[in-house]
């Protein structure tokens, strides 16, 4: 293969990326290659990075259990933090069981790929998360996708396909518009079609709902309307890790076949410490999310006061939409040269056509700091 080549053209269509590295820990402030810079880009929605309590925890546990797990879980690798977190995890989302993986993208990519068999037919929404895609195709199930948001053409589909086995599959909070799955409505299709549904919590755990508990509180649903419930431990949840959350059956049935479970050391008791942490953090501080509600919606309305394509605010991932790839990634550089980070989003995380800068704002930010994003944004806009 040549690879020049190949970085060429991307370099040529303006979508070629490379890493900054930041030096500092993710707050709403941070050190990125070596400049102070606000940050309107983190998924640590509640900015809980430093936190003392979660931060002395996981000190505390690395003490207690060393590094590393040494295992697998099924193996010599499962340890008390990893089932004191599950247990947790468990009851503050209202679901019978829970079960950890590594990370978010192997939760999706282990359940899916474990849930739906051959005779299944998994009905995804278009603009689901990379992990959920990537599930899909290592399923032996085949995969129909449904236009974003769109239940008149899931149903069009289900009606189509009439599966035995069947699985809706959809972000809840989509990572790149920022919108919000129609849930209660695939709750109903799933109901009438006896089919199963999943839900990808990423954005929402920490973030929806007037505790934080996600989109199921969120859309005053009750949590068994979920059949299988996936979440991050990265997000607003400060630490690493996934989890699925369901029936006492499908955590035992995932233990036991989920690949990307079975075959990969557990999370080290640091992390899995912290996550606890993080975990009971969020259940004891709804303030903290609120705070977060009401700097996204605060937010939302500035920039669409300016008149540019954007959301309501409902969730704090704001993208706003510039089109071009070369201009969002001008637009990009010139608040960075302000001390504002907004990262291009472009092609393939985005349409072609369709670059966006993508802010996402924390609890954390001040009404200042929200404030200064905006003005800066509108002064170089015009
Ligand atoms: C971030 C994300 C994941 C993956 O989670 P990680 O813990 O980062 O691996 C899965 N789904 C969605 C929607 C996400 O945004």
Redesign the pocket.
């Known amino acids: 293969m040549d690879f020049s080549a190949a970085i060429h053209l991307l370099k040529e269509g303006h979508l070629h990326r490379s890493l900054r590295t930041l030096s500092s820990p993710q707050s709403r402030q941070v050190s990125i290659d070596g400049r102070n810079v606000l940050l309107f880009s983190s998924?640590s929605y509640l900015g809980l990075a430093e936190e003392p309590a979660i931060v002395e925890s996981a000190v505390r546990a690395m003490e207690q259990y060393g590094v590393g797990a040494g295992g697998s879980r099924l193996m010599a690798g499962n340890m008390t933090c990893h089932m004191e977190l599950e247990a947790d995890l468990a009851s503050f989302m209202g679901t019978e069981s829970c079960v950890v993986f590594t990370?978010?993208?192997?939760a999706?990519l282990g359940a899916i790929s474990a849930i739906a068999g051959k005779d299944s037919v998994i009905f995804s929404d278009a603009l689901n998360?990379a992990?959920?895609i990537d599930g899909c195709r290592l399923a032996k199930g085949r995969t129909v996708i449904f236009k974003h948001n769109d239940i008149d053409d899931l149903v069009l589909k289900i009606r189509e396909t009439r599966p035995a086995c069947g699985l809706i599959v959809t972000?809840s909070v989509f990572?790149m518009a920022g919108d919000m799955a129609r849930l209660p409505d695939l709750v109903q299709v799933k109901n009438d079609w006896g089919l199963m549904l999943m839900v990808?919590d990423?954005?929402a755990t920490g973030v929806l709902g007037v505790t934080g508990r996600g989109s199921v509180e969120h859309f005053k649903l009750i949590p068994s309307d979920v059949d299988i419930l996936m979440g991050?431990?990265?997000?607003a949840i400060p630490s690493?890790?996934?989890f699925i959350g369901g029936t006492t059956e499908l955590c035992d049935y995932l233990k036991n076949t989920a690949r990307s479970f079975i075959y990969t050391t557990a999370l080290s008791p640091s992390t899995a410490a912290a996550a606890h942490a993080g975990l009971l953090y969020v259940r004891d501080h709804p303030e903290r999310v609120r705070q977060l509600q009401n700097n996204a919606r605060y937010m939302a309305a500035r920039l669409s006061s300016l008149g540019l394509h954007t959301t309501d605010g409902q969730t704090p991932i704001i993208p706003v939409i510039i089109g071009e790839e070369d201009k969002a990634a001008t637009l990009s550089q010139r608040l960075l040269e302000y001390g504002i980070f907004v990262p291009a989003i472009r092609y393939p995380s985005v349409a072609k056509g369709q670059a966006q800068l993508r802010f996402t704002v924390m609890a954390t930010h001040t009404q200042q700091d929200i404030n200064f994003a905006v003005d800066t944004l509108k002064s170089i806009l015009c």
């Not at 990370?103 to 192997?106: L, P």
């Not at 991050?232 to 997000?235: D, M």
């Open positions: 998924n990370s978010g993208y192997t999706n998360h992990s959920i972000d990572s990808d990423a954005h991050t431990l990265s997000k690493e890790g996934g």
